[in-house]
C-alpha cells in the first residue's frame, strides 16, 4: 500500500511565502507523476501543478510566475514553493500521485489527506 502525507500549511498574509511538502510512502512502487490540487469553499477542486519523471511541469494559469513545483526522486517527494500568495489562494492543497504498483502491475491514482492554506488579506 502507498501513502501519500503532506504538511506545510497554515496562514499566512498576502504576499507571504508558504512550501508545502507531500512524501509517499509504502513498497514496491514507481511513481510517474506527482502534484498538487486545491480546494477552495463552495469551490470545485482544481489542478494546482504537476511535475513528471522527465522533470516537465505544469502549471495552472492562475499561479503561473508565483508557484514552483520540485521534486526530489530519492525521497519520493514532492514540494510546492508558494510565493506572493493572494487571498484567492486560499483553499485545502492537495497532494496527488499516479503510481505504478510493482506487485499488481496496476497505475493507481492517489490523494494526500488535504491541508489548509489560509492567506488573509
Known amino acids: 500500500q502507498v501513502q501519500l502525507v503532506e504538511s506545510g500549511g497554515g496562514l499566512v498574509q498576502t504576499g507571504g511565502s508558504l512550501r508545502l511538502s507531500c512524501a509517499a510512502s509504502g513498497r514496491t512502487f514507481n511513481i510517474n507523476r506527482m502534484g498538487w490540487y486545491r480546494q477552495a469553499p463552495g469551490k470545485q477542486r482544481e489542478f494546482v501543478a504537476s511535475a513528471i519523471n522527465s522533470g516537465s511541469t505544469n502549471y495552472a494559469d492562475s499561479v503561473k510566475g508565483r508557484f514552483t513545483i520540485a521534486r526530489d526522486n530519492a525521497k519520493n517527494t514532492v514540494y510546492l514553493q508558494m510565493n506572493s500568495l493572494k487571498p484567492e489562494d486560499t483553499a485545502v492543497y492537495y497532494c496527488?500521485?499516479?503510481?505504478?504498483?510493482?506487485?499488481?502491475?496496476?497505475?493507481?491514482?492517489?490523494w494526500g489527506q488535504g491541508t489548509l492554506i489560509t492567506v488573509s488579506s
Open positions: 496527488n500521485a499516479n503510481v505504478y504498483i510493482i506487485t499488481t502491475r496496476v497505475n493507481v491514482e492517489l
